[in-house]
């Protein structure tokens, strides 16, 4: 006579499930009703799970899931994926999700987000960043300022931030009396003996340098007494650009959504009156 197969303990059953709290940075469906979610965690960093029927009409989980929400869900380990069980909405930021805009520059934020956080690793100051910048693009209406204050704080706390004191060619401190060079391919700023003469540089104002090391250094609540225009925000966007391209080595799709939503601004178009692009 065959032993009978002790039945699963519940403490077994615990540890094969746990918990989470996270933002929805990508969704991709997966077979005919499924989802994969990718989440932006304070302790494991960048996970992706699945949530089994989250497409069907009937799923509750699927209105918990959805791009940029900030949730709590029950998760079982699995061989393959890991599944979504349960999922409870935290923080769903309703502002942000009634204009293009602000969707905008939340899918830059996540696009920015899923290159640059680590897999599987904590990042606790990765994470507390992504939640302030989703409540800033939520409430703030100067989204260009959130946007560079964000890429800023990005850079510097994944170690990726451009030297921005002394000259990347000599060594020498930066001066904020005359013109310096943005050489992203050399690191950040070179004074103007070592980068006129570099083919990619481009001559960059003292205002703008003064403006880039304000924000690496200081809070977005402080960054926001700023009296800094649009225009200035947006010659700023260019030269951060350049050097996340270096960095990441490919283009950054979310920005053009954001440029393109610009030119419609521009020409009359309703989306996005009296929010900063």
């Known amino acids: 006579m065959s032993e009978r197969a002790p039945a699963t303990s519940a403490r077994t059953r615990r540890q094969r ?46 209105g918990h899931l959805e791009l940029f929400t900030h949730v709590r869900v029950q998760v079982a380990q699995a061989r393959t994926w890991h599944i979504i069980t349960q999922a409870e909405t935290l923080h769903n930021y309703p502002r942000l999700r ?25 990042d606790t100051p990765l994470f507390d960043l992504a939640l302030e910048t989703l409540a800033y693009l939520n409430g703030s209406d100067n989204l260009l300022l959130v946007s560079r204050w964000f890429e800023a704080h990005l850079l510097r706390i994944t170690g990726f931030q451009p030297q921005l004191y002394v000259c990347t060619g000599c060594r020498a401190p930066l001066s904020l009396d005359v013109t ?14 070592c980068g006129e003469a570099k083919r990619h540089a481009m001559p960059l104002p003292p205002r703008l340098l003064k403006l880039m090391r304000y924000l690496q250094v200081h809070t977005l609540a402080e960054a926001r007494t700023l009296p800094v225009i649009p225009e200035t925000w947006r010659e700023l966007e260019a030269y951060v650009q350049g050097y996340l391209r270096v960095i990441l080595e490919r283009d950054i799709h979310a920005l053009a959504f954001i440029r393109r939503l610009r030119q419609e601004k521009g020409k009359g178009g309703r989306e996005g009156k009296g929010i900063g692009q």
């Open 180 to 193: 310096n060079y943005w050489v992203p391919v050399e690191g950040g700023v070179q004074c103007p003996r």
């Open 98 to 122: 009634a204009s293009l805009p602000r969707m905008a520059h939340a899918y830059y934020m996540a696009e920015l987000l899923l290159h640059f956080a680590p897999e599987g690793e904590a």
């Open 17 to 62: 499930s746990y918990r989470l709290t996270g933002i929805v940075l990508h969704r991709r469906d997966q077979g005919e009703a499924d989802r994969l979610i990718t989440l932006l965690t304070p302790n494991q960093g960048r996970v992706t799970l699945i949530a089994k029927g989250a497409r069907k009409i009937t799923s509750r989980k699927a």
